[in-house]
């Protein structure tokens, strides 16, 4: 789905020339009175040769039904149809945990067969310019942590598939165990190569949290994309980076909710490499470090489909 631009244009130019044939300049008269303000531009329309196309994957939005998640616990089961949960406690003595599992299948496909064309190959007529999982927090507790971090992991192409009916601490389906307890990778994918992929929460609780936006590697999604047997999900967990005592506790919707709006939501935005836009662009958006991302830049992609979805 292509992004609206905004182009608002408001001109105003007033131009005086002063020619003086002989004798000095008289002095500068009074300023006149300010002329009526012009009408506000035209919203701009997207152009064909637009060269970014966003994409979006959230259960029950125009037919999208691939989305896996899941609750894995260090004790017990953590079967929830409503929601996720990660949960940390230390005591010093004992820690007991909730992990959260996504996926969001067939991603591959419905974007190559819109960017792919014949006889390219998928690495040539595209790059993944941001990707941006979006989980709506319905409550979350930290009364104790100074820190207390979501830390993400990306599961590589030896993981075994995660089956939501069956995933628990130590399998990932009936067949296949994890490399470790706690649905530890075998070899964690991305940039870091593990799941210490760290996302600041705050001290404080409460209910309806909102929003939480995880940018993801460029890298990993354009793999899940290009080689779709790579797209293994990603495991969360929750981290205080240090041996305090206490406990964090944070909820998510779930895709089975039925709040359809708040459901996981995964944007992947694109760039074509093709296009004469991109080919004047002196510098591509590949090249951002999203890390410096504001919190304004990271909930853009977010309105801009909340807004498409009311038209």
């Known amino acids: 789905m292509k992004s609206l631009k905004l182009v608002c244009m408001a001109m105003l130019c007033m131009a005086v020339s002063l020619v003086s044939c002989s004798g000095e300049d008289g002095e500068t008269g009074p300023q006149g009175p300010q002329g009526p303000q012009g009408e506000q531009g035209i919203q701009g329309q997207q152009g064909a040769d637009s060269p970014t196309v966003d994409f979006y994957f959230q259960n029950g939005f125009k037919g999208y039904e691939g989305t896996s998640d899941a609750n894995i616990v260090s004790t017990g089961t953590g079967l929830n149809e409503d929601f996720v949960q990660l949960f940390y406690s230390f005591n010093g003595l004992a820690t007991g945990e909730r992990r959260a599992l996504f996926r969001f299948d067939g991603i591959g496909d419905a974007i190559t067969s819109q960017l792919v064309g014949e006889g390219q190959t998928c690495s040539d007529a595209f790059y993944v310019s941001k990707a941006t999982l979006y989980v709506y927090i319905d409550s979350y507790l930290n009364a104790t942590f100074d820190n207390l971090y979501m830390k993400v992991g990306f599961y590589g192409a030896d993981d075994p598939i995660f089956v939501e009916e069956e995933v628990n601490w130590s399998m990932a389906n009936v067949n296949d165990d994890w490399a470790d307890i706690g649905a530890e990778s075998a070899m964690w994918a ?100 999203w890390a410096n991302l504001s919190y304004e830049e990271k909930m853009a992609p977010l309105f801009r489909y909340l807004e498409s979805k009311e038209e």
């Open 190 to 289: 991305g940039p870091i190569g593990s799941d210490d992929y760290p996302l600041l929460l705050p001290k404080g609780s409460g209910s309806a949290y909102g929003w939480f936006p995880i940018i993801l590697p460029r890298s990993v999604v354009e793999n899940w994309i290009c080689n779709p047997d790579s797209n293994k999900g990603i495991r969360l967990r929750l981290d205080p980076n240090s041996d305090e005592n206490g406990q964090g506790d944070l909820r998510i919707v779930a895709k089975e909710n039925t709040l359809e709006d708040l459901r996981p939501l995964l944007i992947v935005e694109t760039e074509n490499i093709n296009s004469e836009a991109s080919k004047s662009s002196g510098s591509s958006t590949k090249e951002l470090n």
